[in-house]
């Protein structure tokens, strides 16, 4: 049994070496690649908002190319990429508007989704504008919505992928925390509301991941990637309140759609 182990560990690795010298094991790799065809849906987190360098054809929906899905696509080279993730995009928006390139020869999804349900943009303006009172309530708001509501609308969100792309490995993305504490941050929100924001971020990021497990999907969690690299940190990948381009606020930054969201969704594509 030994010795003819061995002998299979001699062959492969010396047709190892004949297609690395004849370069067919590129063209094997590069064939590999080809024949995937992958589709990149969601929201303001994977469109790219906050990324700049936006494709001006995608008008308000803000894709960018500095985007992790289109970062993964020129990477990996697959046979097909459609990007339909949209900047605002809602549950209801991906299911009306952003599955039409699925179908049963899809392969790869990749999706942020939940962030607009649950009132993000108007936790963060809330929060900005007015009383620490007021943002813990408005915060509580949003988590009994993630409790009640959420989980059927994504569940509606990942049955029409699978409705669509039957055969296709999907990866659910999840949302940083935005703050460190005890961070360099001197002005702007208290230490007890970025507590409460980080909290609901972990809050929505396990529903997300709950309803996510139970279609079989894989939920891919960016916290860890983003700890030591959110607002207050000196080196975020997140904007902080941008007055000169608002929308932009509280979404990652070039550096946070390569360094966050590239590494994770590569890690499990």
Avoid at 71 to 87: E, G, I
Avoid at 113 to 140: H, K, P, W, Y
Wanted: charged letters at 15%; glycine letters at 10%.
């Amino acid at each position: 049994m030994k010795l003819s182990r061995i002998a299979a560990l001699s062959s492969s690795l010396l047709l190892g070496a004949v297609l690395a010298l004849t370069g067919a094991g590129q063209a094997q790799a590069s064939e590999s690649a080809l024949a995937l065809d992958y589709v990149a849906l969601g929201d303001s987190y994977s469109s790219g908002l906050g990324a700049g360098s936006y494709d001006s054809a995608s008008g308000n929906c803000k894709r960018s190319t500095r985007a992790y899905p289109k970062l993964w696509a020129a990477a990996h080279s697959p046979s097909s990429f459609a990007f339909t993730a949209c900047s605002g995009a809602r549950t209801g928006d991906v299911t009306a508007g952003q599955l039409g390139p699925l179908s049963s020869a899809t392969d790869l999804v990749s999706i942020t989704i939940g962030g607009n349900d649950a009132g993000f943009a108007d936790v963060m303006t809330t929060c900005v504008l007015q009383s620490e009172s007021s943002c813990i309530n408005r915060i509580n708001t949003a988590r009994a919505y993630v409790d009640t509501t959420l989980p059927g609308k994504l569940d509606g969100v990942y049955s029409a992928i699978r409705t669509k792309a039957p055969a296709a490995q999907v990866v659910v993305l999840g949302y940083p925390r935005f703050y460190k504490l005890g961070g360099s941050c001197i002005a702007g929100l208290s230490e007890n509301e970025r507590s409460a924001i980080n909290s609901a971020a972990d809050y929505l990021n396990a529903a997300i991941a709950k309803r996510a497990a139970n279609h079989g999907y894989d939920f891919a969690d960016v916290t860890p990637a983003f700890t030591g690299h959110e607002i207050c940190s000196g080196a975020a990948w997140l904007h902080s309140v941008n007055w000169l381009n608002i929308s932009e606020s509280y979404h990652p930054t070039a550096s946070g759609q390569s360094g966050g969201y590239l590494p994770v969704f590569t890690s499990h594509a």
